[in-house]
């Protein structure tokens, strides 16, 4: 998706927003499709990781949310996500053009689907508006412990907070989200995605062997509990490209998504090096250090 249809989407849930009169947060996505006449109710999907629907019989819209889901942050997620398809031009017509007039939607980042990922990029930006995210990101702190407020304040989940902290932090911030040592998608701050060199992650590209992400993933029990872990790695180990500066990495397990949520962030500034990197630890390449599971 390119940075001008990046903006043309979430300039529609902007607009949303302003329409409706809202000022604070938490955004309440069911509220909205309320006050847009559209019945919201939760519903047994008809297969695995079918997350929500939207459908229209006649002028009526209905959305639909799964009852697996049990995290009220997803849940909102969904709701902005269907509320996406609704209000985006073209995603009703393109998907509700047949018999049944349904559409049913994976939310959460995890389809390729162009569609979907506007629908995504809807509810982050309906859900956690620029201006008041801004205002709220300030306060907040920094790494994972920042993120958890953050996503509680707005009432969302993890996966989606995290990705909005790395858009609009000011200090270098990765979000990586993978399983079995794999990069599922990564999002980086503007520090780190204009540092000139640097190799961008992209899907399917190698977790560091000896970063606490991999060491945490080889325990599935971690991911399925959803414990958290903290360490350090070096930038470089994960960025080709990137300078080599000490960052900080916490790990969190996602539960029955079977994934992990990690976050690379130092107050440093991208330019600051280490003045000497030819010490016999670094020959195999750094290993980041164990810190602690709970």
């Known amino acids: 998706m390119s940075r001008v249809r990046q903006r043309e989407v979430a300039g529609r849930a902007e607009d949303l927003i302003k329409e409706l009169g809202l000022s604070s947060l ?102 956690m508006p620029e201006a008041l995210f801004r205002n709220a990101l300030r306060r907040s702190g920094a790494g994972f412990p920042a993120i958890d407020t953050l996503a509680k304040l707005c009432v969302t989940s993890i996966t989606a907070t995290a990705i909005r902290f790395a858009e609009y932090s000011d200090d270098p911030v990765a979000i990586i989200v993978g399983n079995s040592g794999r990069v599922g998608f990564c999002s980086m701050s503007e520090t780190i995605r204009t540092k000139k060199g640097l190799t961008w992650l992209k899907a399917g590209d190698s977790i560091p062997p000896g970063s606490t992400t991999a060491r945490f993933q080889k325990d599935p029990e971690n991911i399925a509990a959803a414990k958290q872990a903290e360490g350090v790695s070096m930038l470089d180990d994960w960025f080709d490209g990137a300078p080599r500066i000490e960052v900080k990495e916490d790990v969190i397990g996602l539960g029955h998504y079977g994934k992990t949520l990690t976050v690379l962030f130092t107050n440093e500034t991208l330019d600051a090096e280490e003045e000497d990197d030819e010490s016999e630890d670094d020959e195999d390449g750094y290993i980041p250090s164990w810190k602690r599971v709970r």
């Open 26 to 127: 938490p955004i309440k996505p069911i509220e909205i499709a309320q006050r847009k006449d559209i019945l919201v109710q939760a519903w047994d999907p008809p297969q695995a990781g079918v997350s929500g629907f939207l459908m229209k019989n006649g002028d009526a819209f209905g959305i639909g949310y799964s009852k697996c889901i049990n995290n009220e942050g997803f849940i909102n997620f969904t709701v902005g996500h269907e509320l996406g398809h609704y209000c985006i031009p073209g995603h009703v017509e393109k998907l509700l053009n047949n018999p049944a007039g349904l559409h049913y939607s994976h939310s959460g980042f995890v389809s390729h689907d162009d569609c979907e990922r506007e629908a995504d990029l809807f509810s982050a930006a309906l859900l």
